[in-house]
């Protein structure tokens, strides 16, 4: 992997902390205020994987800045309380985006705050309509794995966030600390293993233990097809079944097996990282 690409540089403990205890302080100031705020991109994801979080640093996975997802009826709040924490916000990007993205930066910190209204509208979008309240302080599994397949051109930060993700839960109906496929494929308008969406190949692990560029290769391939075609139940089974054997074999080789088990919500990522469940504010 190299240190060109967005997101993939080398990144030591302490510049990952100050990102960290920073969003520790939003979501505790916002809860205080009660702002509805729920965090998206990188760091989601390091705080529903406390198994597999580490992947993250090992492979050169940086964070950038801190995403949130949120309501419309609350952007007055949210500029209020980005404010009172020294935040700038950038009131271009709010009037272009017609109040769909806000973004803040804190200067002399190198701290950069996207804002996410309503919606993520990218390559494909993906609506937040009574989702932000489901999870905490994250938006929904199902939600953080669209937010990576709905990339047409999927790049190396997203396939390891992808992985973490998958490989740490499984696939099911519901919400709490599951991947719920039904949601892939109502009204987010993309599903797992839809057109034009990513699908993620693990080869060549070498050796059981923390996984580095050196002994891991990832092959990404994308289908062509119409991204609106109507997704059966067949089509998710087929998916979820695929994803599971490639979970497993991924699991295997990095010597991973039932008896590890996974941390129940209750407990601390070993780095220390925030803990995910709805006891967390």
Not at 5 to 33: H, T, W
Not at 41 to 65: E, I, K, N, P, V
Request: with cysteine.
């Amino acid at each position: 992997m190299t240190g060109s690409s967005i997101g993939m540089q080398e990144q030591d403990r302490s510049e990952r902390e100050k990102f960290e205890n920073e969003l520790k302080a939003i979501l505790k100031a916002g809860n205080d205020a009660g702002v509805l705020m729920r965090v998206i991109g990188s760091l989601a994801f390091q705080m529903h994987c406390q198994q597999f979080g580490y992947l993250q640093q090992a492979m050169g996975r940086a964070y950038t800045d801190i995403d949130f997802a949120a309501y419309n009826n609350q952007v007055n709040q949210i500029q209020k309380l980005l404010q009172s924490m020294g935040y700038v916000e950038n009131r271009e990007v709010f009037i272009s985006t017609e109040g769909e993205r806000a973004i803040f930066d804190k200067p002399g910190s190198g701290l950069h705050i996207d804002i996410f209204y309503e919606k993520l509208d990218f390559c494909h979008t993906i609506y937040w309509k009574d989702r932000l309240e489901v999870d905490s302080p994250t938006i929904p599994l199902a939600e953080l794995l669209l937010e990576k397949m709905q990339i047409v051109q999927i790049n190396e930060k997203d396939v390891i966030d992808t992985i973490m993700l998958l490989l740490e839960h499984p696939l099911g109906d519901e919400d709490r600390e599951t991947i719920n496929i039904k949601r892939t494929s109502g009204d987010c308008l993309i599903a797992v293993g839809d057109t034009r969406l990513a699908s993620v190949l693990f080869s060549n692990v070498e050796h059981i233990g923390p996984v580095d560029s050196n002994n891991f290769s990832l092959r990404v391939i994308t289908c062509e097809r119409n991204s609106k075609n109507t997704v059966t139940s067949g089509n998710i089974q087929d998916s979820q079944l695929s994803i599971g054997l490639l979970i497993n074999e991924f699991r295997h080789q990095l010597g991973w097996h039932d008896h590890h088990g996974r941390h129940c919500p209750s407990e601390l990522h070993p780095d220390g990282m925030l803990r995910c469940d709805r006891t967390f504010f």
